[in-house]
């Protein structure tokens, strides 16, 4: 939307030149007037040109630009994902490893603690 308003007002912008140009090209003979309002028309030439630049990369580049930084970021986010679900896997295996070792740990201290107990009788 902002390369079709940027299109349009270069292009509106080339109009005014057009219409307020003179045709006849007397500069020896121009007032100061004249030369000052006929420098103002090409400076604005100038500035309906950047405009059209702009247009062109708000309509054409930008959005390849975004496109391929989405392309790049669903990637890194897909790559994300499949860390995240192999750290998770990982981490459930050592919760896993860490109960069944409390509970041998468990199980050896209630004998040590049984044992300990048969033998002081």
Do not use: C, M
């Not at 007397?26 to 059209?52: C, D, M, P, T």
């Not at 392309?71 to 069944?100: A, C, G, P, V």
Request: proline share 1%; hydrophobic share 30%; charged share 40%.
């Amino acid at each position: 939307e902002r390369g079709e308003v940027e299109r349009e007002y270069a292009k509106n912008l080339r109009k005014l030149i057009a219409k307020y140009s003179v045709k006849d090209e007397k500069k020896n003979e121009e007032s100061s007037q004249s030369k000052g309002f006929r420098l103002i028309l090409v400076e604005l030439g100038y500035q309906a040109g950047q405009h059209e630049l702009l247009s062109e990369a708000f309509i054409k580049q930008f959005p390849q630009d975004i496109k391929l930084q989405v392309k790049d970021t669903n990637k890194q986010l897909e790559k994300h994902r499949k860390d995240l679900k192999s750290i998770q896997n990982k981490l459930d295996k050592s919760y896993k490893n860490l109960d069944k070792s409390k509970a041998k740990y468990i199980k050896y201290q209630v004998e040590w603690e049984s044992s300990s107990e048969a033998l002081k009788k």
